[in-house]
């Protein structure tokens, strides 16, 4: 019988069980004792925190905006020192482990193998499932990910090399981004993978095989394979390019629990560093356009999977990128795409501009040319604001009589939907180039936006009481997200984990919790207290996902942090519990006295905390 957790409970007197971990498996993961604190030491907060937000440094600290709620002045704050995170807006704080796991939504053996790969850590797997159930979809993919590329450079990957050559790929290339090669058989993945003991249930879900009438087969064959990761480097999707004429020229992996298309970029993984440095991104179309521009020096490029961008797409890019430009085909499907995407990433707040390209040439085009990288350059340089631009594009109709009166409505209903602080420096061009005066122009733009504010709290009314439902299900749900922590409690508590010294000094854990008032943390003091090593410790509450341990240390230590300069702050920690807790103790004792119940020795300790508190009014 598979054991998840095996532990044994420290019945505490006025405490409750306190979880004392033996041993943890998680779902066929053994953590060795280890396991957390060499991940931990060998990534940096600060960068995997830098994938989802825009940080500044601070002092010794960073700051950037909360990824967990809405602000507009940044509150969240990532120390290099503890590795940890705490925002003073919302509360949310931790580790690395608790971070990931709430900004990707991951349990805590997602997280673990997520990190783990990107630290170089290896994690025992231990099971008896034979079903393959003991791999995760981003082990898989990984698996898929190295079939295709050996594929490639084996006998049966001519045809891929040959393509690859044809569009100026070379080897080195198309190692440097792991592209692969589909063998054109009907299995030979599905194969592969069910030599590894994977099941066909989890190789569907990765969207790596199909099912037929005769049996499961591969969903890539034949096709040049592009791996699509995500912003922390996982392999969540395929894409595949086919060689000849038959079937389409694309496809992609199919939605699935881990594939999101419209929340994906490719090579985003790759390009996130510069697009942070220079605080603008290039944003493409195809998987080629992407990678020729990585290889010729525009490292800040992505691909958009799709010709339209969405609104997923637009907040992923928000968190490293103030710019963004967009370069899609020029053909007249690319324009109208080009358009509905630079409105979605203009109303996240990003300042968008479109590159326009010499007629008939794409990015990879262009640049296998002689002076094609110096003519890229300066496009980027000419590109033109999201406005200017879609009234260049709309001017041929603006000019034929019969279209005019469509191509303003196009025109106005797009830029209504950006603020107007936005539109002023383009008013008096537009109002030349539409021909409408200027007051007339700004009143027509006010009626779009008033009526586009009606519909919008129409369909908030009807969304309203799913929305409710929701939010009531989740706080039921999320009981210790809104667990708002006492600052010194939490200090102490930090101490206690940080400071072996300090920690000694506790005579047990029954006198300990005592200096605290708050049920949720005395359970959290005695948990330290209990003598196990704190990375075992953190190891259990992340596997079974207890959060609200990890964020009172971060409020703990962001709260220390304050009192930089003193030399005592262990004595000023305690020296306040010990008030609060004579201040809660002589309120006990009033209560009897007033009531008449109090004992010779209660009246003894009454008269006692009173002197050591005559300096305080009650």
């Not at 420290?10 to 971990?21: A, E, K, N, S």
């Not at 993961?29 to 991940?39: M, N, Q």
């Not at 069910?194 to 005769?214: Q, T």
Request: net charge neutral.
């Amino acid at each position: 019988m598979s054991l998840r957790h095996y532990i044994i409970r420290d019945l505490t007197q006025g405490v409750g069980g306190i979880v004392h971990p033996l041993r943890v498996y998680d779902g066929g993961i053994f953590l060795k004792r280890d396991s957390v604190t060499d991940i931990k030491n060998r990534l940096d907060i600060v960068e995997i925190v830098s994938d989802h937000v825009r940080l500044k440094k601070v002092g010794k600290n960073y700051r950037g905006l909360c990824p967990f709620h809405s602000e507009k002045t940044p509150s969240f704050y990532v120390s290099p020192d503890r590795q940890t995170y705490h925002c003073f807006g919302c509360g949310a704080g931790g580790d690395i482990f608790s971070f990931v796991m709430a900004a990707e939504n991951l349990d805590f053996r997602e997280a673990l193998e997520m990190l783990a790969s990107r630290a170089g850590v290896i994690i025992e797997n231990k099971s008896s499932d034979t079903s393959g159930s003991s791999y995760s979809l981003y082990e898989i993919m990984n698996m898929a990910e190295t079939f295709f590329a050996e594929s490639l450079f084996s006998k049966s990957g001519i045809r891929g090399r040959k393509y690859l050559a044809n569009r100026s790929v070379t080897g080195d290339m198309a190692r440097s981004f792991r592209l692969g090669w589909a063998p054109a058989g009907w299995d030979n993945l599905w194969t592969f993978l069910k030599s590894k003991g994977i099941s066909f249930r989890a190789a569907l879900d990765a969207g790596l095989v199909a099912e037929g009438k005769h049996g499961a087969y591969d969903r890539f064959r034949g096709r040049v394979m592009f791996p699509v990761r995500d912003i922390s480097g996982r392999v969540i999707a395929f894409g595949g390019r086919a060689v000849d004429e038959d079937g389409a020229k694309y496809i992609n992996s199919p939605e699935g629990p881990i594939f999101h298309k419209r929340s994906s970029l490719y090579l985003v993984e790759r390009a996130k560093k510069t697009i942070s440095e220079k605080g603008s991104a290039i944003i493409v179309e195809g998987y080629m356009d992407a990678l020729r521009l990585n290889v010729s020096g525009f490292t800040e490029s992505v691909a958009s999977l799709g010709t339209s961008l969405t609104e997923e797409q637009a907040k992923l890019l928000k968190r490293v990128a103030d710019r963004v430009f967009i370069c899609f085909d020029s053909d007249t499907a690319g324009q109208d795409a080009t358009i509905r995407g630079m409105y979605v990433l203009q109303r996240e707040g990003i300042d968008v501009n479109v590159v326009d390209l010499p007629r008939g040439k794409d990015p990879d085009e262009l640049l296998l040319q002689e002076e094609g990288r110096r003519v890229f350059a300066e496009s980027l340089k000419k590109a033109a604001p999201l406005v200017l631009y879609h009234l260049y594009i709309r001017k041929p109709r603006l000019a034929e009589s019969g279209s005019y009166n469509n191509a303003v409505k196009e025109l106005l209903d797009g830029i209504s939907t950006l603020p107007m602080e936005n539109l002023v420096p383009y008013m008096n061009h537009l109002s030349r180039e539409l021909q409408i005066l200027p007051h007339a122009l700004q009143e027509r733009i006010l009626s779009i936006k008033s009526e586009n504010q009606k519909n919008m709290f129409r369909v908030k009314q009807i969304s309203e009481e799913t929305d409710l439902k929701k939010i009531s299900e989740a706080k039921k749900n999320n009981t210790e997200k809104d667990f708002s922590v006492d600052n010194i409690e939490a200090a102490f508590c930090y101490l206690l984990w940080k400071d072996g010294a300090f920690r000694k000094k506790m005579t047990s854990c029954q006198d300990t919790v005592t200096f605290v008032q708050d049920q949720k943390v005395k359970m959290i003091v005695c948990a330290i207290m209990s003598g196990d090593d704190p990375e075992e410790l953190e190891s259990v509450w992340h596997s079974t996902g207890e959060v609200l341990p990890m964020r009172v240390l971060a409020a703990g230590g962001a709260f220390l942090e304050e009192l930089e300069g003193y030399d005592n702050k262990s004595e000023i920690i305690v020296s306040a519990l010990k008030k609060r807790r004579s201040k809660v103790r002589f309120k006990e004792i009033s209560s009897k006295l007033i009531k008449g119940i109090a004992s010779e020795d209660e009246i003894r300790e009454y008269l006692r905390i009173k002197q050591e508190l005559k300096d305080i009014i009650f």
